[in-house]
Protein backbone atom coordinates (compact mmCIF):
# COMPACT_ATOMS: atom_id res chain seq x y z
CA UNK A 1 0.00 0.00 0.00
CA UNK A 2 1.49 3.29 -0.86
CA UNK A 3 1.94 5.88 1.88
CA UNK A 4 0.70 8.46 -0.73
CA UNK A 5 -2.14 8.32 -3.40
CA UNK A 6 -2.26 10.14 -6.50
CA UNK A 7 -4.88 10.05 -8.97
CA UNK A 8 -5.59 10.06 -11.28
CA UNK A 9 -3.26 7.95 -12.56
CA UNK A 10 -2.97 8.76 -16.42
CA UNK A 11 -4.54 12.01 -17.82
CA UNK A 12 -4.83 12.91 -21.30
CA UNK A 13 -5.87 16.15 -22.26
CA UNK A 14 -5.78 18.79 -25.44
CA UNK A 15 -2.89 21.82 -25.30
CA UNK A 16 -5.07 24.92 -23.60
CA UNK A 17 -7.37 22.98 -21.51
CA UNK A 18 -6.82 22.58 -17.59
CA UNK A 19 -6.06 20.07 -15.38
CA UNK A 20 -5.74 18.81 -11.68
CA UNK A 21 -3.80 16.20 -10.08
CA UNK A 22 -4.44 14.69 -6.21
CA UNK A 23 -2.00 13.43 -3.63
CA UNK A 24 -3.35 12.04 -0.59
CA UNK A 25 -2.92 10.32 2.39
CA UNK A 26 -4.32 9.25 5.72
CA UNK A 27 -0.64 10.35 7.04
CA UNK A 28 0.24 14.31 8.17
CA UNK A 29 3.35 15.56 6.84
CA UNK A 30 6.18 17.87 7.66
CA UNK A 31 6.93 18.81 4.03
CA UNK A 32 5.74 17.50 0.71
CA UNK A 33 7.25 17.86 -2.89
CA UNK A 34 6.15 17.61 -6.53
CA UNK A 35 8.78 16.27 -9.22
CA UNK A 36 8.58 15.71 -12.51
CA UNK A 37 9.95 12.89 -14.26
CA UNK A 38 10.14 12.61 -17.91
CA UNK A 39 11.50 9.64 -20.30
CA UNK A 40 14.92 8.58 -19.33
CA UNK A 41 15.56 10.51 -16.54
CA UNK A 42 15.61 10.96 -13.19
CA UNK A 43 12.56 13.42 -11.48
CA UNK A 44 13.14 16.88 -11.02
CA UNK A 45 11.84 18.77 -8.72
CA UNK A 46 9.00 21.32 -9.03
CA UNK A 47 8.10 22.67 -5.77
CA UNK A 48 8.28 22.11 -1.83
CA UNK A 49 5.37 23.35 0.47
CA UNK A 50 5.69 22.61 4.14
CA UNK A 51 2.77 24.76 5.84
CA UNK A 52 -0.69 23.81 6.11
CA UNK A 53 -3.08 25.71 3.19
CA UNK A 54 0.06 26.76 1.44
CA UNK A 55 -0.51 27.97 -2.20
CA UNK A 56 2.25 28.28 -4.38
CA UNK A 57 2.03 29.16 -7.83
CA UNK A 58 5.29 28.82 -10.34
CA UNK A 59 4.12 30.10 -13.92
CA UNK A 60 0.90 28.19 -14.99
CA UNK A 61 1.56 25.82 -12.25
CA UNK A 62 -0.23 26.23 -8.79
CA UNK A 63 0.36 23.57 -6.09
CA UNK A 64 -1.56 23.47 -2.76
CA UNK A 65 -1.05 22.04 0.35
CA UNK A 66 -4.04 20.78 2.58
CA UNK A 67 -4.85 22.57 5.74
CA UNK A 68 -4.10 19.34 7.55
CA UNK A 69 -0.86 18.79 5.96
CA UNK A 70 -2.48 15.65 4.75
CA UNK A 71 -2.97 15.71 1.08
CA UNK A 72 -2.32 18.17 -1.90
CA UNK A 73 -2.61 19.39 -5.04
CA UNK A 74 -1.26 21.00 -8.36
CA UNK A 75 -3.08 22.51 -11.12
CA UNK A 76 -1.96 23.40 -14.45
CA UNK A 77 -3.62 26.03 -16.20
CA UNK A 78 -3.49 25.98 -20.24
CA UNK A 79 -1.56 22.88 -20.64
CA UNK A 80 0.99 22.53 -23.20
CA UNK A 81 3.10 20.16 -24.83
CA UNK A 82 6.15 20.22 -22.83
CA UNK A 83 4.12 19.66 -19.75
CA UNK A 84 3.72 15.81 -20.75
CA UNK A 85 5.63 13.86 -17.88
CA UNK A 86 4.92 11.57 -15.28
CA UNK A 87 3.83 14.24 -12.29
CA UNK A 88 5.17 12.61 -8.87
CA UNK A 89 4.30 14.44 -5.10
CA UNK A 90 6.80 12.82 -2.33
CA UNK A 91 6.57 13.40 1.38
CA UNK A 92 8.16 12.88 4.52
CA UNK A 93 6.92 12.73 7.84
CA UNK A 94 7.83 14.32 11.30
CA UNK A 95 9.17 10.99 12.59
CA UNK A 96 11.62 9.90 10.16
CA UNK A 97 14.18 11.49 6.99
CA UNK A 98 12.67 9.18 4.24
CA UNK A 99 11.24 11.11 1.32
CA UNK A 100 8.00 8.49 -0.02
CA UNK A 101 7.22 8.59 -3.52
CA UNK A 102 3.55 8.40 -4.82
CA UNK A 103 3.05 6.00 -7.54
CA UNK A 104 2.72 9.40 -9.93
CA UNK A 105 0.46 10.40 -12.54
CA UNK A 106 0.92 10.54 -15.75
CA UNK A 107 0.32 13.52 -17.73
CA UNK A 108 0.13 13.64 -21.69
CA UNK A 109 -0.96 16.96 -23.35
CA UNK A 110 -1.86 16.51 -26.79
CA UNK A 111 -1.35 19.64 -29.74
CA UNK B 1 22.14 17.65 -15.78
CA UNK B 2 21.36 17.52 -12.26
CA UNK B 3 25.27 16.88 -11.34
CA UNK B 4 24.72 13.62 -10.09
CA UNK B 5 26.08 10.95 -11.66
CA UNK B 6 25.14 6.93 -12.52
CA UNK B 7 27.01 4.22 -14.03
CA UNK B 8 25.95 1.51 -15.80
CA UNK B 9 22.93 3.64 -17.42
CA UNK B 10 22.22 -0.25 -18.79
CA UNK B 11 22.96 -3.60 -17.39
CA UNK B 12 21.55 -7.08 -18.12
CA UNK B 13 22.47 -10.32 -16.37
CA UNK B 14 21.21 -13.29 -15.76
CA UNK B 15 19.03 -14.79 -12.20
CA UNK B 16 22.02 -15.44 -9.16
CA UNK B 17 24.33 -12.88 -10.68
CA UNK B 18 25.38 -9.79 -8.23
CA UNK B 19 25.77 -6.52 -9.88
CA UNK B 20 26.95 -3.25 -8.31
CA UNK B 21 25.84 0.06 -8.65
CA UNK B 22 27.64 3.44 -8.79
CA UNK B 23 26.94 6.74 -7.89
CA UNK B 24 28.75 10.23 -7.95
CA UNK B 25 26.52 12.66 -5.68
CA UNK B 26 26.90 16.24 -6.36
CA UNK B 27 29.67 18.28 -5.34
CA UNK B 28 29.24 19.24 -2.26
CA UNK B 29 26.20 17.07 -1.18
CA UNK B 30 26.79 14.80 1.85
CA UNK B 31 23.49 12.87 1.54
CA UNK B 32 22.99 10.19 -1.06
CA UNK B 33 19.79 8.26 -1.61
CA UNK B 34 18.99 4.90 -3.49
CA UNK B 35 15.61 4.74 -4.94
CA UNK B 36 13.81 1.52 -6.88
CA UNK B 37 11.22 1.90 -10.12
CA UNK B 38 9.60 -0.10 -11.23
CA UNK B 39 6.13 0.04 -13.37
CA UNK B 40 3.92 -1.55 -10.70
CA UNK B 41 5.46 -0.17 -7.85
CA UNK B 42 6.87 2.95 -8.72
CA UNK B 43 9.49 5.08 -7.14
CA UNK B 44 10.53 3.14 -3.46
CA UNK B 45 12.66 4.23 -1.00
CA UNK B 46 15.69 1.68 -0.50
CA UNK B 47 18.55 2.94 2.01
CA UNK B 48 20.21 6.68 2.60
CA UNK B 49 23.72 7.29 3.40
CA UNK B 50 24.65 10.80 5.18
CA UNK B 51 28.31 11.97 5.26
CA UNK B 52 28.88 8.06 5.21
CA UNK B 53 26.89 6.75 8.22
CA UNK B 54 23.23 4.69 7.28
CA UNK B 55 20.16 7.32 8.21
CA UNK B 56 17.33 5.80 7.28
CA UNK B 57 16.00 2.54 5.81
CA UNK B 58 13.41 1.49 3.25
CA UNK B 59 12.38 -1.66 2.01
CA UNK B 60 15.49 -2.52 0.80
CA UNK B 61 16.20 -6.30 0.72
CA UNK B 62 18.61 -8.56 2.56
CA UNK B 63 19.73 -9.47 -0.91
CA UNK B 64 20.60 -5.47 -1.51
CA UNK B 65 23.37 -3.63 0.28
CA UNK B 66 24.67 -0.05 -0.04
CA UNK B 67 27.44 2.08 1.70
CA UNK B 68 29.08 5.60 1.05
CA UNK B 69 32.58 5.72 0.97
CA UNK B 70 34.82 8.82 2.58
CA UNK B 71 34.42 10.43 -0.99
CA UNK B 72 30.61 10.73 -0.48
CA UNK B 73 30.25 8.07 -3.74
CA UNK B 74 28.24 5.28 -3.00
CA UNK B 75 27.63 1.77 -4.65
CA UNK B 76 24.59 -0.56 -4.37
CA UNK B 77 25.00 -3.75 -4.33
CA UNK B 78 22.70 -6.57 -5.62
CA UNK B 79 23.05 -10.34 -5.11
CA UNK B 80 21.25 -13.49 -5.80
CA UNK B 81 19.46 -11.24 -8.68
CA UNK B 82 15.94 -12.24 -9.48
CA UNK B 83 13.89 -11.55 -12.50
CA UNK B 84 11.58 -9.61 -10.24
CA UNK B 85 14.47 -6.92 -9.31
CA UNK B 86 14.52 -6.09 -12.83
CA UNK B 87 13.96 -1.91 -12.53
CA UNK B 88 15.34 1.39 -13.36
CA UNK B 89 17.74 2.20 -9.75
CA UNK B 90 18.17 5.79 -9.20
CA UNK B 91 20.68 7.58 -6.91
CA UNK B 92 19.95 10.95 -5.61
CA UNK B 93 21.53 13.19 -3.63
CA UNK B 94 20.81 16.22 -1.12
CA UNK B 95 23.16 18.75 0.97
CA UNK B 96 21.91 17.90 4.23
CA UNK B 97 19.38 15.62 5.57
CA UNK B 98 16.70 18.17 5.92
CA UNK B 99 13.12 17.02 5.06
CA UNK B 100 12.35 19.60 3.08
CA UNK B 101 16.05 19.80 1.07
CA UNK B 102 15.78 19.19 -2.78
CA UNK B 103 16.75 15.77 -3.78
CA UNK B 104 19.11 16.01 -7.18
CA UNK B 105 18.64 12.70 -9.03
CA UNK B 106 20.98 10.67 -11.29
CA UNK B 107 19.77 9.16 -14.86
CA UNK B 108 19.42 6.37 -13.18
CA UNK B 109 20.72 2.54 -13.95
CA UNK B 110 18.21 0.23 -16.02
CA UNK B 111 19.16 -3.46 -14.56
CA UNK B 112 17.95 -6.02 -16.86
CA UNK B 113 17.26 -9.78 -14.90
CA UNK B 114 17.01 -12.68 -17.55
Known amino acids: TQLLEQSPQFLSIQEGENLTVYCNSS?????LQWYRQEPGEGPVLLVT?????EVKKLKRLTFQFGDARKDSSLHITAAQPGDTGLYLC???????????FGAGTTVTVRA | DSGVTQTPKHLITATGQRVTLRCSPR?????VYWYQQSLDQGLQFLIQ???????AKGNILERFSAQQFPDLHSELNLSSLELGDSALYFC?????????????FGEGSRLTVL
Open chain 2, 92 to 104: ASSVSTGRTGELF
Open chain 1, 27 to 31: SVFSS
Open chain 1, 49 to 53: VVTGG
Open chain 1, 90 to 100: AGSRSNDYKLS
Open chain 2, 27 to 31: SGDLS
Open chain 2, 49 to 55: YYNGEER
